[in-house]
């Protein structure tokens, strides 16, 4: 059998609903529900299932839910014998990755999550700071803008390095706004995104402060299947690393197309990504086209991934 990879989503992959279906029907995936409210000390469950929207978009609940439904979903993966040589998750993914790789247990992930998302809104008041996607334009050309915006007194830098042609710059309001304009007179087309805050700039740097404190209240331990960073796009498995690198993640940018490429130089043909959403399937896809790439979020699609697995 090929090699398999484990993405999990982040931030944005989130709805009303998920999960529900594998909640009602496998123990395994219940647990980890309930686990997820015990941990929190409310129910984070009845916020996943049945919102209200708004309440379930505020980055402290995002966090926790999208790391809550991914584990659970892979919980019942696990069951099957479904097992990966690689993890690598997107940003705020990076945390069920490494439950998933064993370097963090689903109660201190968590935990740490729910902080992490709190820490994120408390460093900038909302309106401060913005985030834009870039399309149509390559990684030194966008670096060229945000660095000639930076040098007028703005914050603004790459945020995300999603796949060819997709970038995501964040920082100030001002200075995303100076950079897309400049992008657009170079031909490039500009997605403000709907987000709370400057993710993965430096206006993040106060947050990581905070969470590094989080991180070492916790047990980080080396990782059993080696973890792809988003700092690096590089394999680790160090808990020192680890932590060190996930607070460094908080204002760095997620090199997401380079760690496809890593995963796909170590062997790997099949991409599962495990949580609600689609959103790394067509990013893996947009890196290589004739990638095996599978998302499962539900029963039905577990049912299909199986099946699929199993001709292999």
């Not at 201190?108 to 309106?127: K, N």
């Not at 992008?183 to 490039?188: L, R, T, Y």
């Not at 959103?279 to 947009?286: A, N, R």
């Amino acid at each position: 059998m090929s090699k398999i990879a484990f993405l999990f989503p982040g931030q944005g992959s989130q709805v009303v609903g998920m999960g529900q279906e594998l909640m009602e029907q496998h123990p395994e995936a219940k647990a980890i529900f309930t686990k997820g409210d015990e941990v929190l000390g409310f129910s984070l469950s009845s916020l996943i299932m049945n919102g209200p929207e708004e309440e379930l978009k505020r980055t402290e609940n995002t966090q926790p839910a999208l790391l809550t439904t991914s584990i659970a979903t892979l919980a019942v993966l696990n069951k099957h014998g479904i097992q990966a040589d690689y993890t690598a998750g997107h940003s705020l993914g990076e945390y069920s990755a490494l439950v998933a790789s064993g370097s963090l247990s689903f109660e201190d992930a968590v935990h740490a999550v729910r902080e992490r998302g709190l820490f994120m809104e408390e460093a900038v008041p909302t309106g401060v700071g913005a985030m834009s996607a870039i399309l149509g334009m390559d990684q030194a050309t966008v670096e060229a803008i945000t660095t000639s915006v930076s040098e007028q007194g703005e914050v603004v830098q790459v945020a995300n390095l999603n796949c060819p042609g997709q970038i995501v710059i964040s920082g100030t309001a001002k200075g995303v706004q100076d950079a897309a304009a400049l992008a657009k007179e170079q031909g490039a087309k500009v997605i403000p995104l709907q987000v709370s805050g400057p993710f993965h700039s430096a206006l993040m740097e106060p947050a990581a402060v905070k969470m590094a404190g989080v991180l070492e209240q916790i047990t980080i331990q080396d990782a059993l299947i080696p973890v792809i960073t988003n700092v690096t796009a590089e394999a680790a498995t160090s808990a020192t690393e680890i932590k060190d690198l996930l607070v460094k993640q908080m204002y760095s940018p997620v090199r997401w197309e380079e760690t496809v490429r890593e995963l796909l130089a170590l062997g790997v043909e099949t991409f599962i990504e495990i949580g609600p959403g689609k959103v790394l399937s067509g990013l893996v896809k947009k890196v290589h086209r004739r990638a095996n790439v599978i998302a499962v979020s539900d029963e039905a699609s577990i049912a299909a991934a199986l099946e699929k697995l199993k001709g292999e």
